[in-house]
């Protein structure tokens, strides 16, 4: 444990100065922060040398709910840090929610790390709501609901995530079908969403090995996919016309073609007469 770590009560508003302090690292709570890549980390590492901690852990109870990197990075160097509580939470699962919430307020949080962050929230209130009891029609006494949006539509989770409802579907898609290996490239931006959707579409093996091929295999991956998906599409229909709504049509592509030519005309009189007045008519 660091030294000099302090700790802030949130009830009093008092810090305590030098309170050798025990952590509790939850995994579960912990999966909902993305590891940092290794440029991040080290930049988040160069700063703490240099400038401190300057902002508080987050603590429930005696568990780190905010912060976890900042806090591995203080321990591995020895740098003083504060901590503050929040007790507010009746539950895990309000931890839980509050974690998501805080994550997708940030800027620094990709497109596709919100996607899973809010799918995932979705399905903590999806699941809460099924254990309430069935409220009757008009029930004055019966609490309010505290998670708006109501999350039941992709609409819902879309917006929460900033994303379109097209990229949570795909999102959606890279979440059961890709591998591991197509989920962090993704994650770490060596593909887009909408490729990685594409690729996650494949085989496992053929997943890896394209992982494994770097960039430029990804993309080829996914542009066969896609072509694939075109070949198999099945062709349109030609629509049939109203024999009335036909002649209407070719009377209408007749008529622009006479002004066509009408343009066409005048536009060679024009030239003529140029050649003309420049001495250059051959006549």
């Known amino acids: 444990m660091p030294t000099g770590v302090t ?3 949130a009830t009093t508003g008092k810090t305590k100065q030098g309170q050798q302090l025990d952590i509790k690292i939850n995994d579960e709570l912990r999966s ?13 590492e160069r700063s703490l040398q240099a400038e401190g901690c300057r902002d508080a852990l987050v603590l429930w109870r005696d568990t780190l709910i905010d912060g976890h990197n900042r806090y591995e990075i203080c321990t591995k160097h020895n740098i003083p840090f504060r901590t503050v509580h929040n007790n507010n939470f009746a539950s895990l699962e309000d931890v839980m929610l509050w974690m998501i919430d805080n994550h997708l307020a940030r800027r620094s949080v990709s497109d596709f790390q919100r996607g899973v962050l809010a799918l995932r929230k979705k399905e903590l209130v999806a699941a809460r709501m099924a254990e309430q009891p ?9 609490p309010a609901d505290e998670t708006s949006p109501p999350w039941n539509t992709r609409e819902d989770v879309a917006r929460a995530a900033r994303v379109s409802s097209n990229t949570i579907s795909q999102i959606e898609r890279i979440q059961k079908a890709a ?3 197509l989920r962090e490239a993704v994650r770490t931006g ?12 494949l085989p496992e093996e053929q997943q890896i090995a394209a992982v494994a091929g770097g960039r430029k295999e990804l993309q080829q991956a996914a542009r066969q996919v896609r072509e694939q998906k075109m070949a198999t599409r099945p062709k349109k229909e030609k629509v049939e016309l109203d024999p009335e709504d036909e002649l209407a049509a070719l009377r209408k592509e007749v008529a622009s073609l006479k002004d066509r030519m009408a ?5 060679n009189q024009r030239l003529k007469q140029r050649l003309a007045n420049a001495g250059l008519d051959d006549e």
Do not use: C, M, W
């Not at 909902?32 to 988040?44: C, G, K, N, Q, S």
């Not at 069935?134 to 019966?142: I, L, R, V, Y």
């Not at 343009?263 to 536009?267: A, R």
């Open 179 to 181: 591998t591991p290996q």
């Open 134 to 142: 069935p409220q009757e029609e008009g029930d004055k006494n019966a």
């Open 263 to 267: 343009t066409l005309l005048t536009d």
């Open 32 to 44: 909902f922060v993305d590891p940092l890549t290794d440029i991040e980390y080290a930049a988040l």
């Open 7 to 9: 700790q802030a009560d």
């Open 190 to 201: 060596a593909i887009s969403i909408n490729a990685a959707a594409n690729v996650a579409q």
